[in-house]
Each structure stands twice: as C-alpha cells, then as structure tokens.
C-alpha cells in the first residue's frame, strides 16, 4: 500500500555519516544550524528536539507572564497549544478561511487585546498564508509574530522564504516532514531584540543523550524500511521506527551494529527486515473484545464520559532536553542538502492532482495565491460530496491508497484537556469543524509516481455526483 507519508533519504550517505563521524563532536550541529540559517536566510537558527521544543524556547524568551495571550489558529496541531499553556500564557483561537486552510491577518487582528503576547501564523500544508500585514499590525499592538512553518520548509511569499517574515520560526524535522531526522526542529530568530532573550533560555536547555539521539535516526532507517510499499500494510505513526528501537534492545543492537560498521543498506535491510515485519502485525493486531462493535462503541463512549468528568492534563515537554544533538544534526546537513529537489517533487505531484481535480465540483482545492511559491506537504481537498469520508478512504485503501484525514479529525478547542480555556467556544469556529470533518490528505511525497496520481484521483472522481455540493457552514 503507498504510505501516507515517506520521507525521502539518502540511506547510503546518512550511514556512511554515522559510521565515520564523531557523534560527540558538537561542531556538527553547528554545522546544521548555520547551514540551516544560510538556507532560509534567517539571522540565528538553533537546532532543537522537536519543533515543540522550538516554539517552547520562544515563547520563554518572551517572558510570558500570567495573563498574556497567544493567538493560535483553530485548526493547528494540538501540540502547539500544549506547548502554549505550558507556557503559562493562554491560548486564544482563531478561524482559517476556507480559500487556503490558513488564518488571514485580519482575523488575527480582530483576536488582538493588550493582553496578546505573541501570534502564531502558521502555514499549512505547505502553502504560506497571507503574512505580508502581520508584521506591521503586531509591531503597532506590542506583541510579536512567530511563524510556525513545520510543514512549510521551502516555501515563498512575495519572493522571501516562509521562515524570516515573523520575529521567530519554527521548524519540524520529523518523519513526515520535507527534511527529516526522524524527530527534531529547529527555531529560528530573526529579530535582534530577541537575541540575548533566546540565548539566555538555550543556556538553560541541555542536549539529548547519544542513545537518545540513536533511536531517532535509526528508528528514522527503520521507518523507511517499514514505508516501502512492499511491507507497508497497516497504519502506523511517525513514532514507529524510534518506538521499535526503544521497546526492543536486540533490534537497537543489532542496527547500532550494523551502522557501526557501515553496513551496505541491503545488508541493513535484510538483517532487520523481519523484525520490522513482526512489529508491524503487532501494530495491526486487534484485541479480540476491540472486534465486537458493541463493546468498541461501550468503550469509547466510556472514554468520552471520563474525559469530561475528569480533564485530561496537557501534554508537557519540560525544561530539560530540548535541544538536538549530533547524529540528527548530521542527518539534517545532508537532508538540507536535497531539499530543492524533494520540494520540486512534491510540487510536481501536488500540480498533477490539481490539473486532475481543479474543474471538479465535488472536491474543493486550496487556492494558492499570486506571490506564493508553495512547498506542498501534502495535496488536501475538501470532499464536497454527499458521500461521507469514511467511504471515500476505505475505496482508496482497497486500490492500495492511505489517505483521508490523518492529521487532525477534531477542533483543537473541542479537544477534552482544552476544555478549560475553550468551554463556552463549541460552536464558534464553523470553518473549522467543516474543515476536519471532510478534508483529504493526498500524499504526495517522492514515493509517488504519475500513475499513484492517476489512480488516486480516478479513485475520487468516482465519488463525484450530480447534486450540486454545499458547504454545511
């Protein structure tokens, strides 16, 4: 089956790498973050755990007090707000616009109070939102602006890269992302006023131990190996590789041993192939009481009760390891490397699906802008149709596809441990909840070729009728 995602790696220089370089040797992450810098074009860019960790490190260089707010946009990552109420600022949502996903400026502005400390403009999917008045309108209010461009690494607006628009940028490294190192970020500060703030937090931080750092890459290698489409047969997390490495010591070993003594990547795969495969029916397997729909239902319904007697606590990073260390950092410089490449893949891909599907009625496309030069995540539309998802997924899934809505099927303000900063906001952000209960996911990473595109949209236009869509806002 053709994986939802599957980052593009070149397996054969990243072991080469491990196996020949210091892992200890600091200077490699150096290395990565000015050359990171130079890409984007930012004025410092520090290399961080996760791009969670990135946004945590802003936001404490802004001195949040109680009381001050974050504008974050509704439809986002659920970390993203965690990172926020760790903070101790409080998160205020705010609505995309159907046109593109993302949030205009405008609908920031309204949001704004003397209270706002910071806003987060993301950019989905890949394509930049409409950042060119934000700057101007934060600078005017006293707060500032931080791009969240975790899924938007190499793309433009108005001939600058996404990444130096705002006073701060964060980045996701993760196996989903353009560039990978399995897990990771990287914050970049682009205002000088900043700089003695965010040095002063990044003292405070420390690196992640070697083995650590070793589960990431190599669960990075077993992920690979577990997205080829020959073996890849049942969903699994972006976590699945470094999970496989953490859980079981003879799969870390034996993979250590491997890469140590630089391996050909046959070899690797051979030797840890059956492995993976034995994880991944793990993975797959579904407890016998979990087959009964009865008592799946009595279950979850079950779990949905007690999320709302008893708030789930947020999900917190911590003050300790939040910065990245060196076998990731050397992953990433040569990632970096290829990343023009893979973007103008995933770019290609994305423009096939839209040439296929931009006079169909039934599926609505993101618009993208005059003056933006997209980084395609993933290709998304809009099912418009009178057919519900589930529908549309299981078809693809029978013709060898995942997609559908993997990212986020819920509003993060209906999400239970948000509850108490978003309570009396259920029905407040229509376009959102439109948005994630009938957005697709299309892949689009280098995996796919012209005939996946083919038979995927061929898969949709079978859904396509003759009613005329709606859009239920």
Same mark, same amino acid.
């Given at each position: 089956?053709?994986?939802?995602?599957?980052?593009?790696?070149?397996?054969?220089?990243?072991?080469?790498?491990?196996?020949?370089?210091?892992?200890?040797?600091?200077?490699?992450?150096?290395?990565?973050?000015?050359?990171?810098?130079?890409?984007?074009?930012?004025?410092?860019?520090?290399?961080?755990?996760?791009?969670?960790?990135?946004?945590?490190?802003?936001?404490?260089?802004?001195?949040?007090?109680?009381?001050?707010?974050?504008?974050?946009?509704?439809?986002?990552?659920?970390?993203?707000?965690?990172?926020?109420?760790?903070?101790?600022?409080?998160?205020?949502?705010?609505?995309?616009?159907?046109?593109?996903?993302?949030?205009?400026?405008?609908?920031?502005?309204?949001?704004?109070?003397?209270?706002?400390?910071?806003?987060?403009?993301?950019?989905?999917?890949?394509?930049?939102?409409?950042?060119?008045?934000?700057?101007?309108?934060?600078?005017?209010?006293?707060?500032?602006?931080?791009?969240?461009?975790?899924?938007?690494?190499?793309?433009?607006?108005?001939?600058?890269?996404?990444?130096?628009?705002?006073?701060?940028?964060?980045?996701?490294?993760?196996?989903?992302?353009?560039?990978?190192?399995?897990?990771?970020?990287?914050?970049?500060?682009?205002?000088?006023?900043?700089?003695?703030?965010?040095?002063?937090?990044?003292?405070?931080?420390?690196?992640?131990?070697?083995?650590?750092?070793?589960?990431?890459?190599?669960?990075?290698?077993?992920?690979?190996?577990?997205?080829?489409?020959?073996?890849?047969?049942?969903?699994?997390?972006?976590?699945?590789?470094?999970?496989?490495?953490?859980?079981?010591?003879?799969?870390?070993?034996?993979?250590?041993?491997?890469?140590?003594?630089?391996?050909?990547?046959?070899?690797?795969?051979?030797?840890?192939?059956?492995?993976?495969?034995?994880?991944?029916?793990?993975?797959?397997? @579904?407890?016998?009481?979990? $087959?009964?729909?009865? *008592?799946?239902?009595? &279950?979850?319904? =079950?779990?949905? /009760?007690? %999320?709302?007697?008893?708030?789930?606590?947020?999900?917190?990073?911590?003050?300790?390891?939040?910065?990245?260390?060196?076998?990731?950092?050397?992953?990433?410089?040569?990632?970096?490397?290829?990343?023009?490449?893979?973007?103008?893949?995933?770019?290609?891909?994305?423009?096939?699906?839209?040439?296929?599907?931009?006079?169909?009625?039934?599926?609505?496309?993101?618009?993208?802008?005059?003056?933006?030069?997209?980084?395609?995540?993933?290709?998304?539309?809009?099912?418009?149709?009178?057919?519900?998802?589930?529908?549309?997924?299981?078809?693809?899934?029978?013709?060898?596809?995942?997609?559908?809505?993997?990212?986020?099927?819920?509003? @993060?303000?209906?999400?239970? $441990?948000?509850?108490? *900063?978003?309570?009396? &906001?259920?029905? =407040?952000?229509? /376009?959102? %909840?439109?948005?994630?209960?009938?957005?697709?996911?299309?892949?689009?990473?280098?995996?796919?070729?012209?005939?996946?595109?083919?038979?995927?949209?061929?898969?949709?236009?079978?859904?396509?009728?003759?009613?005329?869509?709606?859009?239920?806002?």
């Amino acid at each position: 089956m053709l994986a939802r995602s599957r980052a593009y790696l070149n397996v054969e220089r990243i072991v080469d790498t491990l196996s020949g370089e210091d892992l200890e040797d600091e200077n490699h992450i150096l290395d990565f973050e000015n050359r990171f810098r130079d890409y984007i074009g930012a004025e410092r860019c520090y290399a961080t755990n996760q791009a969670r960790a990135a946004l945590l490190i802003a936001l404490r260089a802004l001195n949040i007090s109680p009381g001050d707010e974050v504008l974050v946009p509704d439809f986002t990552y659920e970390g993203v707000v965690d990172v926020i109420l760790e903070s101790g600022a409080t998160p205020v949502f705010v609505e995309p616009a159907l046109d593109d996903f993302n949030v205009p400026s405008g609908h920031f502005e309204e949001k704004i109070t003397n209270r706002t400390k910071a806003i987060i403009a993301t950019h989905l999917f890949g394509i930049p939102c409409d950042i060119a008045d934000l700057p101007a309108i934060a600078k005017d209010n006293g707060c500032s602006v931080i791009e969240d461009c975790a899924q938007c690494l190499g793309a433009e607006f108005e001939g600058k890269n996404t990444g130096i628009l705002g006073d701060f940028a964060i980045f996701s490294f993760n196996y989903e992302k353009h560039l990978t190192t399995g897990e990771g970020g990287m914050l970049a500060v682009n205002n000088p006023a900043f700089f003695e703030d965010v040095e002063r937090v990044i003292k405070s931080c420390m690196r992640m131990p070697l083995y650590n750092e070793k589960c990431y890459v190599y669960g990075m290698l077993i992920q690979h190996m577990a997205t080829e489409r020959a073996v890849y047969k049942t969903d699994l997390l972006a976590y699945f590789g470094q999970n496989c490495c953490r859980a079981d010591q003879e799969i870390f070993g034996l993979i250590d041993n491997l890469v140590q003594r630089c391996a050909a990547w046959e070899d690797i795969q051979d030797a840890l192939l059956p492995y993976i495969e034995r994880e991944i029916d793990k993975t797959g397997y @579904v407890p016998p009481h979990m $087959r009964n729909v009865v *008592v799946k239902k009595a &279950l979850l319904r =079950a779990g949905e /009760v007690k %999320s709302r007697v008893f708030r789930p606590p947020i999900k917190r990073i911590g003050s300790g390891n939040l910065l990245m260390g060196v076998p990731r950092a050397l992953a990433g410089f040569w990632g970096l490397k290829d990343l023009q490449a893979v973007n103008a893949i995933r770019n290609r891909n994305a423009h096939l699906i839209y040439d296929a599907m931009q006079d169909n009625p039934s599926f609505l496309l993101p618009k993208v802008s005059p003056g933006k030069v997209p980084a395609f995540l993933k290709c998304n539309m809009i099912n418009q149709t009178n057919h519900p998802l589930s529908a549309i997924i299981r078809n693809a899934r029978i013709r060898g596809y995942e997609m559908g809505n993997i990212q986020w099927p819920r509003p @993060v303000h209906l999400l239970p $441990r948000f509850r108490h *900063v978003a309570s009396r &906001l259920r029905d =407040a952000f229509p /376009v959102t %909840s439109y948005l994630t209960g009938r957005i697709i996911n299309i892949p689009v990473h280098c995996g796919v070729t012209p005939d996946d595109i083919e038979g995927m949209t061929a898969c949709l236009a079978g859904f396509s009728d003759n009613t005329r869509p709606g859009r239920e806002i």
